[in-house]
T-cell receptor, first 118, second 113 residues
Framework: AQTVTQSQPEMSVQEAETVTLSCTYD???????LFWYKQPPSRQMILVIR??????QNATENRFSVNFQKAAKSFSLKISDSQLGDAAMYFC???????????????FGKGTKLSVKP | DAGVIQSPRHEVTEMGQEVTLRCKPI?????LFWYRQTMMRGLELLIY????????DSGMPEDRFSAKMPNASFSTLKIQPSEPRDSAVYFC???????????FGPGTRLTVT
């Protein structure tokens, strides 16, 4: 079974600084997706970034980028120029790249609570 | 697009009562998911549907939980009878196909006293 581990329950960053959130996963599959979701106090789950395992290039979305190390099964999220609005829970998630069958749901890590100091 | 709609946003009920949570997926999305979020267990998949058919309900905790999707625009998650340990935030999410990401609703916070 696939598992996702976020080893940092809480992180803190100064406004305008850079922070990296860690995520590791375990799978025997070769094709899959990885995601980072943000959950602010409003509870809404917001997709931050997505990475396809077959792509060697790391995904980037504005101030958010990932460091995807497939062999190490590592998928960290870097937030540059941190803003107060980035304060939230961040969840790493895994999904099989299935082309049939019954799989297709997201498997989440336990989350990392990010605080941003002004 | 209104996004995934869930109702109610908050529900407080007494132990033993029946609770029904509702979800309207994004139009055109053929996958629908129900998740539960607790501090102890994090986000867990309860059940998901494809084209209104339940595909995987292995995450449903016990027979007190049931889910239905009578049509493409509506799903319910029912708990009967409810227990205090069912207190959690319940999310509904939908997806337009196999190769796309899920879109989450705002969640329903359930408190069972």
């Amino acid at each position: 079974a696939q598992t996702v581990t976020q080893s940092q329950p809480e992180m803190s960053v100064q406004e305008a600084e850079t922070v990296t959130l860690s995520c590791t996963y375990d799978t025997s599959e070769s094709d899959y997706y990885l995601f980072w979701y943000k959950q602010p106090p409003s509870r809404q789950m917001i997709l931050v970034i997505r990475q396809e395992a077959y792509k060697q290039q790391n995904a980037t979305e504005n101030r958010f980028s990932v460091n995807f190390q497939k062999a190490a099964k590592s998928f960290s999220l870097k937030i540059s120029d941190s803003q107060l609005g980035d304060a939230a829970m961040y969840f790493c998630a895994y999904r099989r790249m299935n082309y049939g069958g019954s799989q297709g749901n997201l498997i989440f890590g336990k989350g990392t609570k990010l605080s941003v100091k002004p | 697009d209104a996004g995934v709609i869930q109702s109610p946003r908050h529900e407080v009920t007494e132990m033993g009562q029946e609770v029904t949570l509702r979800c309207k997926p994004i139009s055109g999305h053929d996958y629908l998911f129900w998740y539960r979020q607790t501090m102890m267990r994090g986000l867990e998949l309860l059940i998901y549907f494809n084209n209104n058919v339940p595909i995987d309900d292995s995450g449903m905790p016990e027979d007190r939980f049931s889910a239905k999707m009578p049509n493409a625009s509506f799903s319910t998650l029912k708990i009967q009878p409810s227990e205090p340990r069912d207190s959690a935030v319940y999310f509904c999410a939908s997806r337009p196909g196999l190769l796309y990401e899920q879109y989450f609703g705002p969640g329903t916070r359930l408190t069972v006293t």
